[in-house]
């Protein structure tokens, strides 16, 4: 498989013919209920069934604080996260979802009038797209129009993988934000692996080495990746584990903002930020990512990148964030603020 085409008709195939369910898939990667946040599994149980039955994500990217939001789901399928992203948006925000494979978009264009009706929208806050994640485009998506982009073990599908990263940039607002769950892996794959159409079907072979996706991201001006989580991949194919060999697999999702001041370094600027505990899911404590967590009305020292998270995003609302970048005294020292890896980024 050598063209772009090529590719996206072996994964139509595979998640339009071969896949009949999410039982079968070879992986464990689509994450399990317990893995997912308590107000996102209550949310779950109003999902029509069958839109759970055919869902091949591996995460719930999912953040905190879209009510009102426009967010666009990049390779929606049936429209688990879509349908979680509607209810959580509320009546006056709006979700667009874009897939290219017609019996997943089939069942949730089926499904969305329930959908609609048992969140009682007057009408749908859901839009559909058939059209390809690598150029949005084609479907109207014009730029500088969505707040929060997300995905769910659907870049790893794509070939153009710079491309994906690149239409989501250009649609973002400033300070919008890409969010989103995909698998990752420790090296590396040879071209052979890469061209087989049952790994690339189980989201293995075109997964993303981690640093050459942080290195993809400086050059498209993101230099700090911010990783929420991570859990390591198990294969339970013996045939699909020997072609593999060594390499090994890791469920990630990853938040990334879209913001012009933020540097490759942690830099120290002596700001300080304070949570107001004001997002109702989360009243005792917020999860910026994996190293990140403040406590309701504790003032911590950050870096000048936090700072911006937290000050220059949907989160400003939520957040006291006292400082500028008036005065540099140098490296971020991680030790002195809630870091708790060897850096802050």
């Given at each position: 498989?050598?063209?772009?085409?090529?590719?996206?008709?072996?994964?139509?195939?595979?998640?339009g013919?071969?896949?009949?369910?999410s039982?079968?898939?070879?992986?464990?990667?689509?994450?399990?209920?317990?893995?997912?946040?308590?107000?996102?599994?209550?949310?779950?149980?109003?999902?029509e069934?069958?839109?759970?039955?055919?869902?091949y994500?591996?995460?719930?990217?999912?953040?905190?604080?879209?009510?009102g939001?426009?967010?666009?789901?990049?390779?929606c399928?049936?429209?688990?996260?879509?349908?979680?992203?509607?209810?959580?948006?509320?009546?006056?925000?709006r979700?667009?979802?874009?897939?290219?494979?017609?019996?997943?978009?089939?069942?949730?264009?089926?499904?969305?009038?329930?959908?609609?009706?048992?969140?009682?929208?007057?009408?749908?806050?859901?839009?559909?797209?058939?059209?390809y994640?690598?150029?949005?485009?084609?479907?109207?998506?014009?730029?500088?129009?969505?707040?929060?982009?997300?995905?769910?073990?659907?870049?790893n599908?794509?070939?153009?993988?710079?491309?994906?990263?690149?239409?989501?940039?250009?649609?973002?607002?400033?300070?919008?934000?890409?969010?989103?769950?995909?698998?990752?892996?420790?090296?590396?794959?040879?071209?052979h692996?890469?061209?087989?159409?049952?790994?690339?079907?189980?989201?293995?072979?075109?997964?993303?080495?981690?640093?050459?996706?942080?290195?993809?991201?400086?050059?498209?001006?993101?230099?700090?990746?911010?990783k929420?989580s991570?859990s390591?991949?198990?294969?339970?194919?013996?045939?699909?584990?020997?072609k593999?060999?060594?390499?090994k697999f890791?469920?990630?999702?990853?938040?990334?903002?879209?913001?012009?001041?933020?540097?490759?370094?942690?830099?120290?600027?002596?700001?300080?930020?304070?949570?107001?505990?004001?997002?109702?899911?989360?009243?005792?404590?917020?999860?910026?990512?994996?190293h990140?967590?403040?406590?309701t009305?504790?003032?911590?020292?950050?870096?000048g990148?936090?700072a911006?998270?937290?000050?220059?995003?949907?989160?400003?609302?939520h957040?006291r964030?006292?400082?500028?970048?008036?005065?540099?005294?140098?490296?971020?020292?991680?030790?002195?603020?809630i870091?708790?890896s060897?850096?802050?980024?």
């Open positions: 498989m050598d063209t772009l085409d090529e590719i996206h008709e072996s994964v139509q195939d595979y998640y013919k071969v896949l009949g369910g039982e079968d898939l070879k992986t464990n990667a689509c994450c399990s209920l317990d893995e997912i946040p308590e107000h996102l599994q209550k949310l779950l149980r109003n999902i069934p069958e839109v759970l039955e055919r869902f994500g591996c995460g719930a990217p999912l953040p905190a604080a879209i009510d939001c426009t967010v666009l789901d990049l390779g399928g049936t429209g688990r996260d879509l349908f979680l992203a509607s209810a959580l948006v509320g009546e006056s925000g979700v667009i979802g874009v897939d290219m494979t017609d019996e997943q978009l089939e069942v949730a264009r089926r499904c969305l009038p329930k959908q609609m009706a048992r969140y009682g929208y007057a009408s749908p806050n859901v839009t559909l797209h058939k059209g994640i690598e150029d949005l485009q084609s479907v109207g998506i014009e730029d500088n129009s969505v707040d929060v982009v997300i995905s769910d073990c659907v870049i599908l794509s070939s153009n993988k710079e491309q994906v990263f690149h239409e989501a940039l250009r649609v973002l607002k400033p300070g919008g934000e890409l969010y989103f769950s995909d698998v990752v892996s420790d090296r590396r794959l040879p071209q692996l890469m061209n087989d159409p049952e790994l690339l079907g189980e989201c293995l072979s075109g997964a993303m080495y981690h640093e050459d996706f942080r290195r993809l991201m400086a050059r498209l001006g993101c230099p700090d990746v911010r929420m991570s390591r991949i198990s294969i339970n194919s013996p045939d699909i584990e020997a593999m060999g060594m390499a890791y469920s990630v999702t990853y938040r990334i903002f879209n913001l012009e001041s933020l540097e490759d370094r942690c830099e120290d600027y002596g700001q300080v930020a304070c949570y107001d505990g004001s997002i109702p899911e989360y009243p005792h404590e917020f999860k910026l990512d994996d990140h967590v403040f406590e009305e504790k003032p911590v020292l950050v870096c990148n936090t911006s998270m937290l000050a220059e995003t949907r989160f400003a609302r957040f964030v006292e400082g500028d970048r008036t005065t540099h005294v140098g490296l971020f020292d991680c030790g002195e603020g870091c708790d060897e850096s802050c980024c």
